[in-house]
């Protein structure tokens, strides 16, 4: 299966820290994207990073991506209540389809 | 304005039967998909879709059919439905085969009961 894992499956946190997810794949990939699912709704996506990048920024987001370990990191800084979802990484392979293979989500709460 | 809308929202229906979930993107994407994610929120590719090519992942039952009457259009049958098939179906769409920096765009969802 090319279902990626994440880890934490949960994280808690206090309002204005900062949140750490990270994920881990089994194949070779195209890119790896990051999404945000608020409860009952759909995906948004957050950040793509590509295969020959290593980190990349996006306001208060930093992922990093290590293809030699085949693993990436989501740092969401300062964070707010409104942040509170779960998080999923996607894997897109390398046959060029653009099918993205999900990772199991790490589920996000910020306290107020 | 939604990018990407799927109806009905909420599905609720008797085994056996056939159903249809409807998606519409208005972005001028290319590529349209359908993602099925399951009481313990995995999320599983079901088929991409552009105007060339359909690409069906092997474990998805031939019970299920998409149909893209136009390329702004993808629609998820399923016929003779079965309980496990409970679940929320997610539309998508991307600008091409290419993912591009923006990722793929997702509907709402359509939870699916099966009684």
């Known amino acids: 299966s090319q279902q990626g894992e994440e880890d934490p499956q949960a994280l808690s946190i206090q309002e204005g820290e900062n949140a750490t997810m990270n994920c881990s794949y089994k194949?070779?990939?195209?890119?790896l994207q990051w999404y945000r699912q608020n409860s009952g709704r759909g995906l948004v996506h957050l950040i793509l990073?590509?295969?020959?990048?290593r980190e990349k920024h996006s306001g208060r987001l930093r992922v990093t991506l290590d293809t030699s370990k085949k693993s990436s990191s989501l740092l969401i800084t300062a964070s707010r209540a409104a942040d509170t979802a779960s998080y999923f990484c996607?894997?897109?392979?390398?046959?060029?389809?653009?099918?993205?293979?999900f990772g199991t989500g790490t589920r996000l709460t910020v306290i107020p | 304005d939604t990018a990407v809308s799927q109806t009905p929202k909420y599905l609720v229906t008797q085994m056996g039967n056939d159903k249809s979930i409807k998606c519409e993107q208005n972005l001028g994407h290319d590529t349209m998909y359908w993602y099925k994610q399951d009481s313990k929120k995995f999320l599983k590719i079901m088929f991409s879709y552009n105007n060339k090519e359909l690409i069906i992942n092997e474990t998805v039952p031939n019970r299920f059919s998409p149909k893209s009457p136009d390329k702004a259009h993808l629609n998820l049958h399923i016929n003779s439905l079965e309980l496990g098939d409970s679940a929320v179906y997610f539309c998508?769409?991307?600008?091409?085969?290419?993912?591009?920096?923006?990722?793929?765009?997702f509907g709402p969802g359509t939870r699916l009961t099966v009684l």
């Open positions: 998508a769409s991307s600008r091409d085969l290419e993912a591009g920096d923006r990722g793929q765009f």
């Open positions: 990073i590509r295969s020959n990048e």
């Open positions: 996607a894997t897109s392979d390398l046959t060029g389809a653009n099918n993205l293979f």
């Open positions: 194949t070779s990939i195209n890119n």
